[in-house]
């Protein structure tokens, strides 16, 4: 079933930089992993903003919250989830 | 390029029956043909409301306007438009 | 899987009232079946509210979306879904 | 009489990581002893979100503020309570 | 217990003179009945619009939705319902 | 006359906790002075927020700017005025 | 005592325009008869905007709900009241 | 001075056709004039929406009101005015 | 030419006590010098809010952008300005 | 294309007081090669904030994310961005 997330990420100015920059490394590797393993289907940047907005396909809101909640920035985030219906006038 | 579109449709409720009748099935008729020509990438359907998440790969803004202000429904639609750029951790 | 469903009920004070009146014996019919089926786990009154909170256990966004469509009532609803997960310190 | 109550948790990053763990543990406890005793009936999360819904069954609105005014992440909570009814087509 | 209302009236331009007057003044037959009952313990305008803050002392949300509900204005309103408990430093 | 008053307090998580202890004991000892001497009407806890809803009589703005700007979590509120008519309805 | 009032003015489209051209004529005498009486002291409009902001200098909460509410755009209007205190700073 | 405006149009779907086809012919009109004169600088539309975004150059607040309130499709638009001074970091 | 200001205070509470004090000293001296030279023309404050309610009247926008960022206070403030014109129903 | 931008500026009270300096002085040369390169085509001070409405000139959303992304202030920014297309009342 597909999911629309957006992310907005809000990281404190005083976060110490070692942990930030740590944090975002892995944050990178884990979204990859994801989108290569088919669960992270779209990741788009929201120009001029730190933000995000995805489409994952998952087997059931138990499991999109286990990976949204995994997030290394998931702390410092905003997510709002949407789910996706299949739309009458689409095709394929 | 590509458009994050979103569309909510409220039709009054004292439109004539033909005419809205007639709306819709232009509108599905002009969805599916922007979707063949591979202009209207993605549409999905927002579980429970009259509405739909699109994504657009247009050549400019002017030609995303065109497209959208041509929707049958395009009148009664309230459409929010944020433009996606490339997210430095998707891949492919 | 669940879905916390708020309905807020906006019917146009011009609507026929015959056309009122069936609208809403259908819509009680619709929802009670539905209850019944197992599908419309639980449905409370929002106090004071013209509106609604519900639960559904549905097998997806299809599923759920088909069903709230197909709510005698729905061109006259606000419609806001959420998934809903399991709780870490839910019990049973 | 039932009781819709929404919790957002927004812990402040610079708290201290012992307190955190402290606290987070304790707050589990207490709302299983809650749900044990019949009075948090409902407990679900928000898909997504470090925020849950919760149905509570409790004599009055006194009794519901001195629980959620217990709860040890009250402090780092946003809550907003919604009086529920009887609904009119619901079973049972 | 106490609850605490707001409601805002919104009665349509173009609704007939004659149902309009007539139902204002089972509004206010209404509201003293449930006043005098001791039900409706406190009714305040807002200076400057057309909308009240009431406190209501019934025994269930139940009971006040029944009330609520039944308004005669109740179709052109909107209601807001607030529990309000015990404050600690509030005398007698 | 009459006015409606708000109060959310918000106290940082990191004020020292002899100044917290010491001006929550002093907001207590004013408020109840205010009530004895009939100033501050009405005081409700907003169930499940660390916020009251009271009711002011005093002679005038000016006055009751003074005796809210003297809160002593006055600091750490966000306080909403709004000014209370009669209401025709009303009985005595 | 001094009060800030803004008010939108929103007349709905298919008012009789006999009734729309009345209405704001007399609209215009009462609001100059209240400003010679010294009631209504400062009346500006939004630049852009159907809508405009005034200063109300009156004996109680009760007298200007009486002159807000008689205003013969009363019905169409959105008005917004917030009582003004001698501010520290201001001379004079 | 410089004027940043917003303008949202909202015309109603059972307004009469003539009224709505002269209405928009005079609009542009309207706007042309005063692109010619150097008034209106700016004028561009939204993506996807009905909407504008615009800067006026007039000598005041009253004349830049007296050119928005005579705009043909004045009485279905909402107007936001922004005033615009000038930043430090421009060049020339 | 007149503007409508509203400003907002929001002082951190860990901000130096004398830092604090001295800028406060010298908020009120710089308010009280535009008072006399005639371009702060009203200051009311908000009842029971830290905020105020102002019309200035300026040569250009940039005369009152100079103004309101020269503010001791100005770091600290929301600031809200509204070009305010001629009304057509005030007199003098 | 041109892109509208509206950038709300937060710098945290607590930045070292050289970081803010430096910062400060970098965005503003970074702003103006912008502008000699014709890439940052309009620059504007909203009037009583430190916030400021530009247009951007581009060849995509990616070289308008970069830009962005790529400003001194950044990490202390809200930033939201419209899509501008050509308005059929524009002249030239």
Redesign the interface.
Known sequence: ?????RMDVRI????DPGVRADTIAR??AY??DL??AGKWR?????????A??S?FDVE???E??EI??GLPLF??MD??????????????
């Open positions: 079933m597909l999911y629309h997330v404190p100015h005083d976060l944050e990178k979204a990859q989108q290569r779209h990741l788009w940047r929201i120009t001029g903003e730190y995000n907005v489409v059931s809101h138990d999109l919250h949204l909640s702390p410092y997510v709002d989830v949407t789910p996706l219906a299949k739309h009458p006038s689409a095709i394929a």
